[in-house]
T-cell receptor
């Protein structure tokens, strides 16, 4: 069956360190992979999109990698800040309209 | 740019009543809008995909007669929960895909529905 797996355990890191979140998937061939941020009681906010033919993408302190052989994406936040504390969602889109979301990983950045 | 609003942000209703939730793209046109529901600490579950001017496509297990979706224009989609029951209580979130965009989805702030 198709699965998107994100670490269900919360990630706790110290301010200033790099946070690395993992998204693994099985039985998908995504055309795009996206990362979103969600705060409690709020809708997700789009962060980055990476295509299947791209290995890496950066935006300010954010970096996403996409390995279609390993079926894995890594999401990095460098120089993390307490304001980065949130749940981060990985989402896949194959052909067509549908985008499927992982359950998310909760990140806590301590001052 | 790319702002999506939802109204209301929260609603409490009695069992058996119907509730309408609006989703608007404020500064862009959206040919496709999506409706999700999310339970606490769980993933967003896609309920249906709506395209402007045509019938919505519902995901397996989602009752189309219970969750009525209307996508009347390129900036407005509505979800009506008919004859709501306590098990329908959830966080409902819409999203919109921008015409000519990079395929990212822009989400509304969500609507918290509580059915008593």
């Amino acid at each position: 069956s198709q699965k998107i797996e994100q670490n269900s355990e919360a990630l706790n890191i110290q301010e200033g360190k790099t946070a690395t979140l993992t998204c693994n998937y099985t039985n998908y061939s995504p055309a795009y992979l996206q990362w979103y941020r969600q705060d409690p009681g709020r809708g997700p906010v789009f962060l980055l999109l990476i295509r299947e033919n791209e290995k890496e993408k950066r935006k300010e302190r954010l970096k996403v990698t996409f390995d279609t052989t390993l079926k894995q994406s890594l999401f990095h936040i460098t120089a993390s800040q307490p304001a980065d504390s949130a749940t981060y969602l990985c989402a896949l889109r194959e052909g067509g309209f549908k985008t499927i979301f992982g359950a998310g990983t909760r990140l806590f950045v301590k001052a | 740019g790319a702002v999506v609003s939802q109204h209301p942000s929260w609603v409490i209703c009695k069992s058996g009543t119907s509730v309408k939730i609006e989703c608007r793209s404020l500064d862009f046109q959206a040919t496709t809008m999506f409706w999700y529901r999310q339970f606490p600490k769980q993933s967003l579950m896609l309920m249906a995909t709506s395209n402007e001017g045509s019938k919505a496509t519902y995901e397996q297990g989602v009752e189309k007669d219970k969750f009525l979706i209307n996508h009347a224009s390129l900036t407005l989609s509505t979800l009506t929960v008919t004859s709501a029951h306590p098990e329908d209580s959830s966080f409902y979130i819409c999203s919109a895909r921008r015409v000519g965009g990079e395929n990212e989805q822009f989400f509304g702030p969500g609507t918290r529905l509580t059915v008593l």
